[in-house]
């Protein structure tokens, strides 16, 4: 069984979430959200941008293919068309 967490999880350790949420509270970023926080966001983001995808529709269907794996990449929860 494969026991090392994932490159993408290993590559989110390195950012300061904290420093992250002081930003995201300092301009309300999630004020008005009630499950995609913006954390959520741009780790979704990242993902696009390391996977190569080419639009968000494409990115959500990668998202969904991989739909069992998203806790352990550290996204939590995934993105779907109507969020």
Not at 54 to 59: F, I, V
Not at 67 to 79: E, N
């Amino acid at each position: 069984m494969h026991k090392d967490p994932f490159f993408f999880a290993q590559l989110v350790r390195f950012m300061n979430r904290s420093k992250f949420n002081r930003i995201v509270a300092k301009y309300d970023g999630d004020k008005y959200v009630k499950s995609y926080t913006c954390w959520n966001q741009l780790l979704t983001m990242m993902f696009g941008q390391l996977s190569n995808r080419e639009s968000l529709r494409d990115l959500i269907v990668a998202l969904e293919a991989h739909a069992g794996k998203v806790y352990h990449l550290g996204i939590g929860k995934s993105v779907t068309r109507q969020s």
